[in-house]
């Protein structure tokens, strides 16, 4: 079996780390061939590609309702050919332009769905009055016609996302749906370290959040979140992992509050474990989530998760099971589940045990065996 995989970029993503782990699983069984192409030379995950036979093809489509599109995939149709796939898979909305504009026959192609695309909005009055809907829609119109010519299959991370491209996809296609929960690396995060609880009174509760620093991730909220703990006497300090164009933006917050040795920005960083098996509980804002990859490996390095509800989550994140899931961004009510589990270290060790189990079920070893049955039915 012969399997494309095609993503835009390598930048720091969930979309583009489940690519990065599906192919270093997979070129280690027998009888699979994987290729990665993307479309830029951008990669923040080189030790995730040292391995790997990745490919960077410069490759535009960009439709146009007016004037003339841009169409530039010669060289990835070439590709194509020369690694003749029995399937490509695509992950991202460019992938899914660019790839679907040439259609092979001979060959079974997959959308994977790691976030609810926004081109896939069904009609509304806005998207008359707003040009980035109208725009959208006409992109999905487009994309819609070469699903339909390629009999496209689709991957969908999370019951939110399944749920999503069910009201969305015409009902000829969406049957084509298949819920694969997304998966980690797990033996890369699980630790056996002993003994996470500290005594807060006299060594700090090291709180961490991963993810971009962008508004949907509210990392912003966090501080109020710690502001709260610390008034209330809790010696506490929060890593946030990430870069994004908010940054500026939650430094001036952090100083304004004058919590700079509470709060630190530790901006991209490749082996996240390391800070992950030196915390203590792990946090979480986003009020938009998919799935929730970095909540997964948190788990994996025994940390429960206090998280705000931010839909995609709900499948992994089980109050007083493995964490807490807060309905509305009420930093008080957060903070307090955090108390809850400094002051309880009964109640820390059994959360943290069911977080660990939470995450072994979604080992990117399993995943794969899911996603090789997945592809030996569409080939049939």
């Known amino acids: 079996m012969k399997i494309l995989y095609i993503i835009p970029n390598l930048r720091k993503g969930g979309a583009e780390r489940l690519v990065l782990n599906i192919c270093n699983e997979l070129q280690k069984r027998q009888n699979i061939k994987v290729k990665l192409i993307t479309f830029s030379d951008i990669n923040e995950y080189q030790f995730l590609t040292k391995n790997i036979d990745w490919q960077v093809i410069p490759s535009k489509v960009i439709p146009s309702i007016t004037g003339k599109p841009v169409i530039e995939i010669n060289n990835y149709v070439k590709a194509v050919e020369n690694f003749k ?9 460019e992938a899914e332009i660019i790839s679907r ?17 926004k081109q896939f909005r ?38 939110h996302t399944y749920n999503y491209f069910k009201q969305t996809l015409p009902k000829n296609l969406y049957n ?54 610390t008034e209330k006497g809790y010696n506490v300090c929060l890593d946030i992992l990430g870069e994004g164009n908010e940054r500026k933006t939650i430094e001036s917050k952090i100083n304004s509050e004058k919590l700079q040795d509470k709060i630190i920005l530790r901006g991209k960083v490749n082996y996240v474990e390391k800070y992950l098996h030196n915390s203590y509980l792990y946090v979480h804002s986003s009020t938009s989530e998919s799935f929730g990859l970095t909540t997964l490996e948190a788990m994996a390095s025994g940390l429960p998760c206090i ?27 957060f903070a307090d ?10 109640l820390y060790q059994q959360l943290s045990d069911n977080a660990v189990n939470t995450a072994k079920k979604y080992n990117i070893k399993e995943y794969a065996d899911k996603l090789t049955n997945f592809y030996s039915k569409i080939l049939k």
């Open 337 to 346: 589940k955090i108390i809850r589990l400094i002051e309880d270290k009964q």
């Open 101 to 117: 504009k040439h259609i092979f026959s001979d060959v079974a192609y997959v959308t994977h769905i790691h976030d609810n695309m």
């Open 176 to 229: 084509n749906i298949t819920l694969i929960p997304n998966a980690i690396d797990f033996n890369r995060f699980y630790t056996a370290k002993a003994n996470k609880k500290s005594d807060y009174e006299s060594k700090k509760i090291k709180l961490i959040t991963i993810g971009t620093l962008v508004k949907k991730k509210n990392q912003i909220f966090l501080i109020s979140v710690i502001k709260y703990l």
């Open 85 to 93: 796939p029995d399937i490509i898979h695509s992950n991202l909305f």
């Open 307 to 333: 998280s705000l509800d931010a839909k995609g989550n709900k499948d992994i994140v089980f109050n007083n099971y493995n964490g807490y899931l807060i309905a509305k961004p009420d930093y008080k009510e």
């Open 122 to 159: 069904n009609f509304s009055l806005k998207t008359i009055f707003k040009k980035e809907r109208f725009t959208d829609f006409y992109e999905k119109k487009l994309i819609i016609s070469k699903y339909r010519q390629c009999k496209n299959n689709f991957v969908a991370i999370s019951k």
